[in-house]
Nanobody, 120 residues
């Protein structure tokens, strides 16, 4: 079975940091591009970052560029999203998703999401 599981969400103050993890089971992440997407209440789900399979080319939307960093640890079959300088508008359910090789607006496998709330 193919499965992605997000973890690391929670409540954080503005300006704080969180690191989200996306762990895969049932398959190796090595040949897959992994995207991070988020959905805020009343808004459409949006792709905010992605990392391709090796050599690990990265993509960020402008709203998170310079604050978020995506990385992958293939030995542990995990992709991370380091989120710094968090803002209230970052509040959303965050999902990881996978597709073969290259980043894309569409994905084949999804996790169930982890809630990130940025509030003072």
């Amino acid at each position: 079975q193919l499965q992605l599981v997000e973890s690391g969400g929670g409540l954080v103050q503005p300006g704080g940091s969180l690191r989200l993890s996306c762990a895969a089971s049932g398959f190796t992440l090595d040949p897959y591009a992994i995207g991070w997407l988020r959905q805020a209440p009343g808004k459409e789900r949006e792709v905010i970052s992605c990392i391709s399979s090796s050599p690990g080319i990265t993509f960020y939307v402008d709203s998170v560029k310079g604050r978020f960093t995506i990385s992958r640890d293939n030995a542990n079959n995990t992709v991370y999203l380091q989120m710094n300088s968090l803002k209230p508008e970052d509040t959303a359910v965050y999902y990881c998703a996978a597709r073969f090789t290259s980043c894309s607006p569409t994905y084949d496998y999804w996790g169930q999401g982890t809630q990130v709330t940025v509030s003072s």
